[in-house]
């Protein structure tokens, strides 16, 4: 027996015959990763290169749709058809190309019956990384849960890819839109009528705001009622809708009025309006948001937190206010030989007052108006004869395609769009509460304003004030920027049917109701913008004590200091500060003075005037 023992084995031997199997084993996983890594590899590459493909086909569709509109508004302008504008046609548009993306293309989800295998990837615990049959998928937390069918629109990612980050319209789209509309403040009938202005634009939207909030919320109670509402719905989110779809957009009828050359009063009104409103409803709802109140309840009204949201209110605003204000005021005189960078640096420091103010806290849609206001009114007496024509063009171009862009994607949201909430019953009290709500805002303040008016907004005026209550971009851009709630996804939904409708229905009744209510047309609104204007007298509004004592202070001190017009500060400061005068004036406010002089008796100059000129004297 001892004979067939096997001899024993040293510890070295015994070691290596344990440790043999494990490197075998090690070895074989190593090669399997290896595969596995090339395989991922060469399987990351086929998907960017396809990314890329479908990124350009994304962005192309979206080109050939402005180039389409282009085309189409050409035409229509050749056969002066003003039944509808681009910005409705941009939508119908969208609207096409959003049922070809949607029925037309098959879904691209990937089925197999093979069992895949899953590996956590190398990185953040919320991403995973799937094997199947050698394909591999890479999923992403993010930390949404949807009970609801969404017809198999994550399963398109041509669909999933033209669905953009809301932020893509505040940082890009925005900021051409409504620099372009201070910038463009030239129509002196705005000053005239800047105390009706901005009482419709303040009073007016916050009226609007909780008329529409609380008829709103009557609206949700009777969803409650009758079984519709499946979700939260609270007090707060009607406020927040009220603020958002408040913030009116006739460019539709601004269009047809200006082809038309409407009552200057009626125009000035319009349009001041919707720029004004635009940044206060994007104030409203930011402080409507910030309205917290303490206790068990946060959803019920609190004085506390209704003060703190006031206070929210001034706060953002007056902020962004002094920012933009701050920032257009920097002029740039030793550039002017060189109109290119010119007009790059004052394209460059108009959008960065935007971001600017978004990176502070405050609100960039209110810079950025105010910014072009000042830009307007003193940057653009220091730019070069070239540069003037430049940047007016410019941002003319950039804020027409921004408009149309917008316009064309709100068609293809709504068949793009995964989490879309139609509800009759909310949708039909939102029609009738935009409504009654600028009902509330038109009449009531059209009355206490023609008490202190010299020339009375007429009735005529107020009820196409009331018809132009248009719904655009704006109201657009802010339903858009948060949809993750139940509430907010049927806010959403609805705002793009009252955008579809305001358009296509009363910008298409524009003409029609311009002549059943008898409103002058064939009138130039820019008639007396020029500098043959000088002359004429000033009316009551631009004789107010206030307005004089601004102009005043302004034509003496501020221009001549932030601008190269304006009389030098040497013959409007006292002589004992001639020295401090000298420093501040620069040499060519001297040569606009003559030039001035000059003027008076016949020669004018060959600069065109600020877009923000307003002559008083």
């Known amino acids: 027996m001892d004979a067939l023992r096997q001899p024993k084995r040293s510890g070295a031997f ?60 050409w035409l229509f302008k050749h056969r002066r058809v003003r ?26 989800s990937y089925h197999n019956k093979t069992p895949p295998s899953c590996l956590l990837k190398e990185g953040p615990v ?23 069918e969404i017809h198999n629109v994550e399963q398109n990612d041509m669909l999933r890819k033209v669905t953009f980050d ?71 989110d009607c406020l927040f809708f009220g603020a958002i779809i408040s913030a009116t957009d006739p460019v539709t009828v601004l269009a047809i009025f200006n082809e038309l050359h409407a009552d200057g009063d009626l125009y000035a009104l319009l349009f001041g309006e919707s720029v004004m409103n635009d940044a206060v409803a994007i104030v409203l709802s930011s402080s409507i948001v910030a309205y917290q109140p303490s206790g068990a309840n946060t959803h019920m009204f609190d004085a506390s937190a209704f003060f703190k949201s006031v206070g929210v209110f001034l706060g953002i605003f007056s902020g962004s206010f002094v920012m933009g204000a701050a920032t257009g005021v920097v002029t740039f005189t030793k550039l002017h030989c060189f109109p290119l960078l010119e007009t790059a640096l004052f394209f460059l420091m108009s959008w960065s007052t935007f971001l600017l103010a978004e990176a502070c806290g405050f609100t960039g849609v209110v810079a950025v108006l105010f910014c072009g206001i000042t830009q307007a009114h003193y940057t653009y007496n220091n730019l070069s004869a070239e540069s003037t024509k430049r940047t007016k063009q410019l941002f003319e171009v950039l804020h027409f395609l921004a408009e149309n862009f917008i316009f064309s994607y709100m068609g293809l949201a709504l068949f793009t769009f995964q989490n879309h909430i139609f509800s009759p019953i909310f949708i039909i009290g939102a029609f009738l509460a935009i409504f009654i709500g600028r009902a509330f805002n038109i009449y009531p303040l059209s009355f206490l304003l023609n008490l202190g008016r010299r020339h009375k907004i007429k009735g005529n005026f107020q009820h196409m004030m009331m018809f132009a ?80 004592l601004w102009y005043t202070f302004d034509h003496n001190y501020l221009k001549p200091i932030l601008t190269h017009s304006g009389p030098p500060l040497t013959t409007t400061l006292p002589a004992y500060c001639g020295p401090l005068a ?36």
Request: aromatic share 12%; proline share 4%.
């Open 14 to 73: 015994a070691a290596l015959d344990t440790m043999m199997p494990v490197w075998i084993l090690l070895s074989a996983v190593s090669g399997l990763k290896a595969e596995d890594g090339g395989m991922e590899e060469l399987t990351t590459e086929k998907e960017a290169e396809e990314s890329h493909r479908q990124d350009s086909v994304n962005l192309l569709t979206f080109i050939l749709l402005l180039t389409l509109t282009i085309l189409t508004i």
């Open 83 to 108: 039944f509808l504008h681009e910005t409705g046609l941009a939508m119908i548009y969208g609207l096409l190309v959003g049922v070809i993306l949607r029925y037309g293309i098959p879904a691209t």
């Open 126 to 148: 919320s991403t995973l990384l799937l094997n199947v049959s050698g394909k591999f998928f890479e999923y992403t937390l993010k930390g949404e849960i949807n009970s609801r």
């Open 166 to 236: 809301p932020e893509v319209f505040f940082n890009i789209l925005l900021p051409p839109i409504i620099f372009h509309a201070g910038y463009s403040l030239k129509k002196r009938h705005f000053f005239r009528n800047l105390g009706s202005i901005i009482t419709y634009a303040f009073l007016g939207t916050a009226i609007s705001c909780f008329v529409i909030g609380n008829l709103m919320y009557g609206v949700v109670k009777l969803m409650q009622v009758v079984g519709q509402l499946t979700d939260k719905f609270y007090y707060t």
């Open 469 to 548: 209550g248009l719904r655009g971009a704006m109201a657009f851009a802010l339903a858009i920027r948060d949809t993750a709630t139940y509430a907010r996804q049927m806010m959403f939904t609805t705002t793009l049917l009252i955008v579809f409708f305001t358009v296509w229905v009363f910008g298409g009744g524009t003409t029609p109701m311009l002549s059943w209510l008898h409103i002058s047309v064939g009138v130039d609104p820019d008639q007396d913008d020029g500098p043959q204007a000088e002359g004429q007298s000033k009316t009551k509004q631009e004789s107010a004590w206030l307005f004089r």
């Open 582 to 617: 000298s420093c501040l004036t620069s040499p060519q406010a001297y040569e606009v003075s003559k030039i001035t002089s000059n003027k008076q008796n016949g020669n004018l100059t060959s600069k065109p005037p600020s877009p923000f000129y307003l002559p008083f004297s």
